[in-house]
Antibody
Framework: EVQLVESGGGLVQPGGSLRLSCAAS????????MHWVRQAPGKGLVWVSR????????NYADSVQGRFTISRDNAKSTLYLQMTSLRAEDTAVYYC??????????????WGKGTTVTVSS | DIVMTQSPDSLAVSLGERATINCKSS????????????LAWYQQKPGQPPKLLIY???TRESGVPDRFSGSGSGTDFALTISSLQAEDVAVYYC?????????FGQGTKLEIK
């Protein structure tokens, strides 16, 4: 079964850091481009970051550029999102998602269940 | 960034009736070299992650009931549910993957009348 399982969310103070993980199974992770997408409470979906299959190319939303870092360990079939300098507006459910095929211009065909990040003092 | 605007924000339809959700992009998402529209539709039920329904504007994902259909080209798109079922209550999002960053519409909440 194709599956993505996020972990690492929690309560963190403003200015703090957190690392999210996304464990993949049931498909060839090393051939897949991956995204992080977030959803603030009661709000819509917002793209956060993307990484290519080799981990050599990444992109970020302007709102997280310079604070978040996406990475991957293909040997462990795991995607990461290192979040620093967290703000209240980063509070959201964070989803990892797989692109349907390698390359920038594809849709997200598999989603994890998400992990919740709450930034509050 | 390409802005995606959905209408309406919410919609109430009777069981068995047709439901149509519209999505407009601020820039064409049609790639002329392959004549494909880089537009997807997702369904999100409460407490669940989004689920892919439609890609390339009109291709139904495997396992998605055929009452769901996508149409449109360029900047104007629609998701139609031909005969609404109770399990279709959800929020629906369109998303363009033509440009970077990929962007979503604000969502349309579909309810039973």
């Amino acid at each position: 079964e194709v599956q993505l399982v996020e972990s690492g969310g929690g309560l963190v103070q403003p200015g703090g850091s957190l690392r999210l993980s996304c464990a993949a199974s049931g498909f060839t992770f090393s051939s897949s481009w991956m995204h992080w997408v977030r959803q603030a409470p009661g709000k819509g979906l917002v793209w956060v970051s993307r990484i290519n299959d080799e981990g050599s190319t990444s992109n970020y939303a302007d709102s997280v550029q310079g604070r978040f870092t996406i990475s991957r360990d293909n040997a462990k079939s795991t995607l990461y999102l290192q979040m620093t300098s967290l703000r209240a507006e980063d509070t959201a459910v964070y989803y990892c998602a797989r692109l349907a095929a390698p390359g920038h211009n594809y849709y997200m065909d598999v989603w994890g269940k998400g992990t919740t990040v709450t930034v509050s003092s | 960034d390409i802005v995606m605007t959905q209408s309406p924000d919410s919609l109430a339809v009777s069981l068995g009736e047709r439901a149509t959700i519209n999505c407009k992009s601020s820039h064409s998402v049609l790639y002329s070299s392959n004549n494909k529209n880089y537009l997807a539709w997702y369904q999100q039920k409460p407490g669940q992650p989004p689920k892919l329904l439609i890609y390339w504007a009109s291709t139904r994902e495997s396992g998605v009931p055929d009452r769901f259909s996508g149409s449109g080209s360029g900047t104007d798109f629609a998701l139609t549910i031909s005969s609404l079922q109770a399990e279709d209550v959800a929020v629906y999002y369109c998303q363009q993957y033509f440009g970077t960053p990929p962007t979503f519409g604000q969502g349309t909440k579909l309810e039973i009348k």
